[in-house]
């Protein structure tokens, strides 16, 4: 049996990866390719000039430390001061927009309204200004992992009041920046804060509560989405005249046996828990039924009462609907899936909750990081996916890239970018997707989480050890460039 089932992977395998071939038409002249960064990932100044404490400011500071080599955010590439050299950078790349996040507690150091940061409230203002002044549009992730301490204190994405809170702070920047700022992201990849932040504990603030305070935080983020979507098209939309979306990521999942309907079935079941449950209540008004039928039958069974996952009212569901008016994609990977054969009767996290069994093959291409392998062609099913689903809507990539061991001669980024960009617009060509953008991950060199320092996903490196922070471009920045400028994947394009 084991054999072959190898063997008709690898036949599946072999079809999908022939049929990427490199696209060579050219890009819209409207189609925006960008570089993405994250607050706490470039920024440091963790603690300068007013800046509250953040919950990956508390992580990344326990001893013994949770992250490889001890690594934190403090400084990271110090960009909270070299902010004029990354926009030269930008420049010199020739981008149309950047995205970067804004920390929370640097402008309310509490998290709460009651006090404003204004050193923090002017280094953003700097940093737009730098921007618009180059003709780069800011694209602002308002949160991306780093809940203020003081937010989390009160119990952070399991207090419902967070929907207020977030909804303050988000008529915040859009009171200050809002005339400069025409593209927002509310939450970027917020199954990362639910899931690792609240279900399996290994992100900050390292909750364990699989399937409840998990499930939770998804609740609360959703409304809290609607809430900032709200307020902008209430009180901002007429004068200011932007976009306000959100940032959904997900592997493609791709059936093992294409003409098993049980595999087939295990495939949207697991993209309605990763990309669903977050993208469904926002376009469709409340959790997939999938979702909404395997936790209830799992929590029955495991003795609740009811649902471990939170109901909406009716009144919720209609201020959900109806809340992206542009989606943020970010894509990376793909995996395998089939049924569990026996689920986990006890399991309560998203990832048991599922019943999917997902795993890459050994002969996808590694990279540096152990959750990544190289399958350009998951990207282009994935937006097919999207777009079929939700009913074509305005999308952007909003993150896309691979870590290396940081050489200056990063042949395999160019090659990975060619191929996922070209899977990317195959995909838009032939299925007219409504894709409006292309975000590389990342910029620079930059803090990744669990693993510190030791995983480069950047355009330049950065030298960690110098206090300097030294920038120097790989050999991928002449390729983005070219790109960019030509509007072309490849040497030269046919239209
Ligand atoms: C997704 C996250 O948004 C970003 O913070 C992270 O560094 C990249 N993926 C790479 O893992």
Known sequence: MYPLILLVIGCLLNTIKADNHLNNMTFPDTFMFGCATAAYQIEGGWNANGKGESIWDRFTHQVPSPIKNNDTGDVACDSYHKYKEDVALLVDLGVTHYRFSISWSRILPTGLINEINLDGVDYYRALIHELKENNIEPFVTLFHYDTPQG???????????????????????????????????????????????????????????PGVAEYMCIHNVLKAHAAAWHVYNDEFRATQKGQVGIVIDSSWF?????????????????????FGIFATPLYMGDYPDIVKENVERRSLAQGYLRSRL??????????????????GVNTYT?????????????????????????????????????WMRVTPWGSGELVKWIARTYGNPPMIITENGRSDTGTLDDDARITFLMEYISSIKNAMDDNNLDIRGYTVWSLLDNFEWLFGYSSKFGLYQVDFDSPDRTRTPKKSVEYYKKLIRTRCIVDSCVN
């Open 310 to 327: 939170p109901e909406f009212t009716e009144e919720e569901k209609i201020k959900l609907k109806g809340t992206v008016d542009l989606l």
């Open 151 to 209: 937010i989390e204190d009160l119990g952070g994405w399991r207090n419902s009041f967070i929907e207020t809170w977030f909804s303050d702070y988000a008529r915040l920047c859009f009171e200050l920046f809002g005339d400069d700022v025409k593209y927002w992201m509310t939450f970027n990849e917020a199954k990362q804060t639910c899931v690792l932040g609240y279900g399996t504990g290994v992100y900050a603030p390292g909750v364990k509560s």
């Open 254 to 274: 791709q059936p093992e046996n294409e003409s098993l309907q049980a595999d087939i079935d295990a495939s949207e079941t697991l993209l309605q828990f990763t």
């Open 334 to 370: 793909s995996s395998m899936v089939r049924p569990l054969d026996v689920p986990d009767p006890e399991g309560k996290g998203l990832n048991s909750d599922c019943e999917v069994y997902q795993y890459q093959p050994d002969d996808w291409e590694k990279t540096d990081d152990v």
